[in-house]
């Protein structure tokens, strides 16, 4: 399957080639070129099958045609070894819990996923170290790290804004070592996703080193995420729920949505979305005025959504052929405060005792907010509440038990470099390497 670029003025490229580069020549996000419906008779059936048949099924579809099926199973079968389970919160409303992986994480899965892939195709060129650049706002960070730690032939940079992440998720990617090292940005989200892209296109780092991406700017990052989608669709054609069903996604940077919408596209019978935005509101004045205005990403209490400029934006209103009716007549949007979001987080938890993160609190609240009747609604609890447990715990009056695979990275010793948000400082660190 070949791969073209969201800014259409780069050669159409080989997954292979997407993967590695990460980032179009031409700075766009590559899209497959075509989706492949799934068969009917995968859907008259999956309620039968486990996360890790129904992941493989949808990959085959994804990358069948690129990576050979027994290797692509074991990546997706070493992938997935854990459950993402459709937990009942109250009536017509379930939560996703995507954080039962290594870092407790949504992003889990797209970069252990990526991380397998990637190995993969290095091994096949048996050439030079291939250098992994994120940016993250949280969990990213922690995902991609754990990911790739250790994995022959890849070494990762992780850029992230100082004092901006969680103490958790910080630990999760600054104690590791080994073919990790973390970049601590005197900036913002924006600022680190900006100088990743302007690495990319620097002609100098290119010759010097081979550089690809592991945010949802990578292909092989954000459509893994589309397994959630059909496993939450058959958990919930299971408890005879599936018609009508919501999804609804907390929101910052876009590849998760992303992800359920080429899911979409390849048949899987959701009937609408809801994007749930933080103050960071960009995508939802879209939906209103059919404008798209980036502006300066705000610090709010769900840290891993304070994204000003979301890159896979592009990817939607590419997908969409441009319509602005066409993607507001499958997905709405919703925006709330950081009082807002306290508010939900107690209500939720003094009304059902089920206790949410900051981020799935957006979610929760937009599908109680935007739910009509008839419907069953699922929002994606993406990351476990303990990884912002000085927030939780205050609001909620709480001590929320740390499980014992984030005590273990907060006793890890702190390793990191400081960098200025300067791309020439940036570029000769990266020089010297």
Not at 331 to 349: E, F, K, Q, V, W
Not at 405 to 433: C, I, V
Request: hydrophobic share 40%; proline share 4%.
């Amino acid at each position: 399957m070949k791969y073209y670029s969201t800014n259409k003025k780069a050669p159409l490229a080989t997954l292979h080639e997407a993967v590695v580069k990460g980032l179009a020549p031409d700075r766009g996000l590559y899209i497959p070129e075509v989706i492949k419906p799934l068969p009917q008779s995968f859907f008259e059936h999956i309620e039968d099958m486990s996360f890790q048949e129904i992941a493989f099924e949808v990959a085959k579809s994804f990358f069948g045609e690129d990576v050979e099926e027994n290797a692509l199973k074991k990546i997706v079968y070493d992938t997935l070894s854990f459950d993402v389970p459709a937990v009942k919160v109250e009536d017509n409303i379930y939560a996703l819990e995507l954080f039962h992986g290594p870092t407790l994480a949504f992003k889990d899965v797209g970069a252990r996923f990526m991380a397998r892939l990637l190995q993969y195709f290095v091994r096949q060129e048996g050439k030079e170290e291939v250098n992994v650049l994120v940016a993250t706002s949280g969990d990213t960070g922690s995902a991609v790290a754990n990911g790739f730690l250790g994995v022959d032939g890849i070494h990762v940079y992780v850029l992230y804004p100082k004092g901006k992440v969680s103490k958790i998720q910080e630990s999760q990617f600054t104690t590791l070592g080994q073919n990790i090292t973390a970049l601590e940005v005197d900036g913002v989200f924006d600022d680190c996703q900006a100088l990743v892209k302007s690495a990319f296109m620097d002609k100098d780092l290119n010759a010097h080193m081979k550089l690809t991406s592991a945010n949802s700017i990578n292909v092989a990052r954000f459509l893994p995420q589309a397994f959630y989608y059909f496993y939450a669709y058959a958990q919930m054609k299971k408890k005879g729920l599936a018609d009508n069903l919501v999804v609804c996604v907390p929101s910052g940077n876009f590849g998760n949505i992303c992800a359920g919408l080429f899911g979409w596209k390849a048949g899987l019978p959701i009937k609408r979305f809801i994007a749930a935005n933080n103050a960071n509101d960009i995508f939802y004045n879209y939906l209103k005025t059919g404008e798209y205005h980036p502006q300066p990403s705000k610090q709010t209490l769900a840290n891993a959504m304070d994204v000003g400029d979301p890159s896979n934006f592009a990817r939607i209103y590419d997908l969409f052929g441009g319509s602005h009716k066409a993607i507001t007549d499958l997905i709405s949007g919703a925006t709330y405060s950081d009082d807002n979001i306290r508010t939900t987080l107690r209500d939720c938890y003094e009304r059902t005792g089920y206790v949410l993160d900051p981020h799935g609190a957006c979610g929760y609240q937009a599908l109680k907010d935007g739910l009509q009747p008839g419907e069953t609604g699922v929002f994606l609890e993406t990351a476990h509440p303990a990884k912002f447990k000085e927030k939780v715990d205050a609001i909620l009056g709480t001590d929320i038990a740390i499980p014992e695979r984030l005590a273990a990275f907060m006793r890890g010793q702190k390793q990191m470099t400081e960098m200025p948000n300067d791309f020439q400082a940036f570029k000769q660190f990266l020089m010297k390497q």
